[in-house]
């Protein structure tokens, strides 16, 4: 039995794809790492607002310190037959700064709000700085979408 494997998707699909993503998948990897450079990884609930991702965590662990004091990480969606990078710059905001059309809509997408819950949460903005996005080694060539926070045509 043969495999056919989809066409090779344009640029502009690409960025569309993954606009899409955005918009309906409700977790993603988040890496980040601590000043000794030892590395966190793990899947947190999301919401894109058009600019930028927003994350909620608790500001003590890990990944909240790291992202908190590092002001960087790296994000990503799917398999390795269909991958999305995002490098990304991060703002920290405490429960009672965070911009209320933010937390509202990480609400009204996972069913739950931070700013509730008994425990101390943070919520973090991730404004995206360079995207990749591919589908096996086929789109390898043209896989970066955005580059210094600029979508490239």
């Known amino acids: 039995m043969k495999i056919t494997k989809p066409p090779q998707r344009s640029r502009e699909q690409r960025r569309r794809d ?13 890496a980040s ?6 590395p966190c990884l793990v ?10 991702i927003w994350l909620a965590t608790r500001p003590a662990n890990p ?16 398999d390795t037959r269909d991958v999305v990078l995002i490098d990304g710059v991060v703002e920290t905001y405490d429960a009672r700064g965070v911009p ?5 809509a990480f609400r009204e997408k996972t069913g739950w709000d931070p700013r509730a ?3 101390a949460y943070a919520f973090f903005r991730v404004r995206p700085r360079a995207v990749q996005a591919w589908c096996e080694a086929r789109e390898l060539p043209m896989r970066h979408l955005m580059r210094d926070g600029i979508w490239l045509e």
């Open 33 to 38: 790492a601590d000043a000794e450079g030892l």
């Open 18 to 30: 993954l606009l899409d993503r955005l918009e309906r998948e409700m977790d993603i990897w988040v």
């Open 63 to 78: 990944t909240g310190r790291n992202l908190r004091e590092g002001g960087r990480t790296r994000l990503a969606f799917g």
């Open 43 to 52: 899947p947190l609930w999301f919401v894109w607002d058009g600019e930028a």
């Open 100 to 104: 209320s059309a933010a937390a509202e």
């Open 117 to 119: 819950d008994r425990a």
